[in-house]
């Protein structure tokens, strides 16, 4: 094969911060384009997708492989887009390799695995026992995939698949994978040749000894005419889906096979998009009232100075809906939206109110469509043609999305800790993110939400960003009354029913009297924390994390929320073998189960990690909540997040303690954001609502706060504790986490890394210390805490870091600590 003088520089989706360098074949120069996907050789045996950096003509100092091929004839990540990558990189501190595993879905990235297959002359002497197994477990001739055999072994293969290559026992080829596979459909026509009425007569006439194929010829003509709306509303059609015609004909394959082999009916096989946006009536979005009018008006007047603006509605106040108008102002410049949420839960909700404006121009992206559905909204939205999406709402991902002309991106509750990315890197913000990919694009952002993050606050009182204020709620609905039941009181008085106090439970029993709906709130899924003996005080913890194991009563498990490992749970304790294990503390499912036991003839509906696990397990428990079907609905932070249910008077927050007492600096702004944000859930138009706070420190001034709706006094408050211990917004904060499954290791390298940082950052290097949980899957974690004042230079101490990082790998002992960097952490 020819080659050029052209080299590219390849990003490779692989941890390592560094491009690749492959040469060009004269047959791809064309082809080979700043963006395209290309396949490259990687290593000895693996074959990675990697996406072109650079093209340049600089011959390297080492033997370079050629590019096996080009996969795209243009684009698929734009010079934007890199260019976005490239700043995630820097400021998140990761490398360019985990942003490209993070932005692009896995079906448009192909990987090679590994495939063997024993040799038919193969010698099992001199093999060692677990060479021997892995031998013994495969057959001559047939090749096998190490992942699917590697859950039958205790050990790893993948040294002993190299070691019996070595000795000759058996072969090992690498296999690429195409993941992505477009969706195809069968679909049938009536031939044309039978349009003619003669020709229609005579082929009725050819089937009068096959009566059921007749019948079915004249189903078909009909259901083509007139449809089905008998049957599921078929609509009339010239062309019609194979399946849906033997589903809705009684017919069979084998009979429509005959049809075509006579000629009859046409077949032909079609690309079919697998996300089907069913087709609605568009109605014209509601007015505006003067206090949303106003609103706009500032928004629109501050964008023509600044990029980014605070809107700071009160919840309730119609903020949906000046979205939607800034959305149409954008269409009509034939501008695309991003609009980001930060659960997956709002999409449900949201996605109705959009669509019903903007049809099928609204597309959505998040975590629970699979691979392929994920592709098929990245292709359709990089066609950039006219069927494609102007209107993205989707998770914290969806940032990577190929934008092709970004007019506005909205961040709706953007004080939420979701769209925070925790694990794996890149550990980025998605509402900061968004605010560099406008500015990239050319667009403006809008942040909504009633209970700002400070950072967000204190950039808009410093005029970094606008702000405007909607302090009125839609329909003159009013605030809710918030109630505060003391539960340390109820309790000396013996008056708690189990972990409700009584004016919680008679709040509720009114409610349902009243036909009216409860939300109940806690932020703790599973049945309770941990289960303890009564006699020992022995609990059960998980054996490779240092935590107690949750009870989920539903199927009798201990669980370990870290690392998903899972034990039986039993009466009897494994210490000192008394029947004395009990439940501690409660989670959202014992409180499902008190609730029954309270109110056994309610409808009671959870929502947390454990209910919403399916696809549209989110938008069956909110449509059956909607629509009355549920009476209460107890859930985690999820039911918190800017949901809009006209029913609910009653919302009960279980725990406030919890919140409050939380060990994290954010723990009173994270505290007032949840409880203000669960209490907007309550009311409608004609009657008030009503929210219960239980809670054994009613005078804490967060609860005062809360109830008098005063975001400020908290603000300030807070801004004061910060500036003095040196938090964020003045100070930014950079955590560095040492990884090592052996807690010797990790406490050296972490004090030797503590020792470097401390000599260049002086006292604003906090730790080495332990977190509150310090081993996850059998690997010891130590945390340094590094502050960086924002009058400095945060790219200047970035590199130092990465430096000192570096030198302290250097040591041989060190080499495979693994340090995690965590940039503006939550």
């Known amino acids: 094969m020819l080659h050029s003088n052209l080299y590219a520089d390849i990003i490779i989706p692989v941890p390592i911060p560094q491009l690749f360098t492959y040469l060009i074949n004269i047959d791809m120069v064309e082809k080979c384009k700043i963006g395209v996907r290309v396949i490259v050789p990687f290593g000895k045996t693996k074959i990675y997708t990697g996406i072109v950096r650079k093209i340049h003509s600089t011959t390297p100092v080492y033997n370079t492989k050629e590019i096996i091929s080009v996969l795209d004839d243009e684009q698929i990540i734009s010079d934007i887009q890199l260019k976005f990558w490239d700043w995630i990189k820097d400021y998140y501190m990761c490398t360019l390799g985990d942003v490209f ?3 692009l879905p896995a079906g448009l990235k192909l990987e090679s695995e590994t495939n063997i297959s024993l040799k038919d002359d193969f010698d099992f002497a001199d093999l060692t026992k677990n060479e021997l197994s892995l031998a013994q477990a495969l057959k001559i001739g047939k090749t096998t995939r190490i992942k699917d055999i590697q859950t039958d072994f205790d050990f790893n293969l993948i040294p002993y698949v190299k070691k019996l290559v070595d000795k000759g026992v058996i072969t090992a ?17 009536l031939s044309t040749d039978l349009l003619n009425e003669t020709n229609l007569v005579k082929a ?11 019948e079915l010829l004249m189903n078909f003509i009909y259901i083509s005419k007139y449809g089905s709306e008998l049957f599921d509303g078929l609509k009339p059609s010239s062309e ?8 809705h004909s009684n017919g069979s394959s084998a009979m429509v096979k005959e049809l075509v082999t006579k000629g009859f009916i046409l077949q032909e096989k079609k690309e079919v998009d697998r996300i089907i946006i069913e087709k609605k009536e568009i109605i014209k979005s509601r007015e505006l009232n003067k206090y949303q009018v106003k609103a706009i008006n500032e928004i629109n007047e501050f964008f023509q100075q600044k990029d980014v603006v605070l ?16 959305i149409e102002e954008q269409l009509k410049r034939n501008k695309q939206v991003l609009y980001l949420l930060p659960e997956i839960a709002l999409t449900a909700q949201i996605i109705n109110r959009l669509r019903n404006v903007f049809g099928d121009k609204v597309g959505i992206y998040h975590s629970k469509f699979n691979d392929s559905e994920r592709v098929e909204i990245w292709k359709k939205l990089n066609e950039n043609s006219e069927n494609s999406y102007q209107i993205i709402l989707g998770v914290r991902s969806s940032v990577f999305l190929p934008f092709k ?7 709706d509750e953007e004080h939420e800790n979701t769209y925070k990315q925790y694990d794996p890197a890149p550990r980025y913000n998605a509402r900061d993110a968004s605010v560099v990919l406008a500015k990239f694009s050319g667009a403006k952002v809008l942040m909504g939400t009633a209970t700002p993050a400070m950072e967000t606050f204190f950039n808009a009182k410093s005029e970094k960003y606008a702000f405007v204020e909607l302090n009125k709620r839609y329909a003159d609905i009013e605030l809710p009354e918030i109630l505060i039941a003391d539960t340390r009181e109820a309790r000396r008085k013996k008056q708690m029913k189990s972990m409700f106090a009584p004016l919680l439970v008679k709040s509720i029993e009114n409610a349902l009297q009243n036909k009216e709906q409860v939300i109940l709130f806690q932020n703790r899924r599973g049945f309770s924390p941990f289960l303890e003996c009564d006699t020992c005080g022995w609990i059960p913890k998980c054996e490779y994390c240092d935590v107690s194991l949750t009870y989920h009563k539903h199927n009798g498990n201990l669980v370990c929320h870290y690392c998903g490992y899972t034990d039986s749970a039993t009466r009897k304790c494994k210490a ?14 014992k409180i499902e189960d008190e609730i029954l036991e309270l109110f056994p003839q309610a409808v009671v509906a959870r929502m947390d990690l454990d209910t919403t696990g399916s696809k549209n397990a989110y938008s069956r428990i909110i449509s059956d909540f909607e629509n009355h079907n549920i009476d209460i609905l107890i859930g985690t932070q999820m039911v918190s997040k800017g949901l809009d249910f006209d029913n609910v008077s009653v919302v009960g927050i279980m725990n406030a303690d919890n919140l409050l007492n939380f060990p994290n600096f954010r723990a009173f702004e994270r505290s007032f954001q949840l409880m203000a944000q669960v209490s907007g859930r309550a009311g409608r138009k004609n009657k008030r609502g009503k929210v219960i706070i239980q809670t054994s420190d009613k005078k804490h001034p967060v609860i005062k706060n809360v109830i008098e709706n005063d975001y400020s006094s908290l603000f300030f408050s807070q801004l004061e504790e910060r500036r003095l211990f040196k938090y964020p917004p003045f100070y930014k904060i950079i955590v560095i986490s040492l990884r090592h499954k052996d807690k010797f290791i990790t406490d050296s390298a972490s004090d030797a890394l503590a020792v470097i940082l401390k000599h260049i950052f002086k006292e604003n290097v906090l730790g080495p210390e332990y977190p509150v949980i310090s081993r996850i899957k059998n690997m010891y974690f130590k945390n340094i805490i590094i502050k960086i004042d924002k009058a400095k230079s945060a790219v200047k101490a970035k590199l130092l870091i990465h430096k000192s990082v570096e030198s302290v790998k250097e040591n041989e002992k060190f080499k495979y600590v693994n340090f995690v960097f965590d940039v503006d952490p939550m």
Do not use: W
């Open 576 to 589: 000192c073998g008394d029947m004395a294990m009990r439940s501690k503390g409660f989670g959202t499912e």
């Open 311 to 326: 809107l700071h509605g009160i919840t309730s106040s119609g903020k949906t809906e000046i979205y939607i108008k800034l």
């Open 101 to 103: 595993k993070a932005a």
């Open 173 to 189: 080829q690498e296999k690429v994978n195409q993941k992505y596979k477009p969706k195809i459909d069968t679909f049938l026509s």
């Open 204 to 214: 009725l006439a050819s089937l009068k000894k096959a009566k059921k194929q007749s």
């Open 405 to 411: 002309n970004l007019g506005l991106v909205i961040i």
């Open 240 to 247: 019609i889906k194979k399946s849906d015609f033997i589903k």
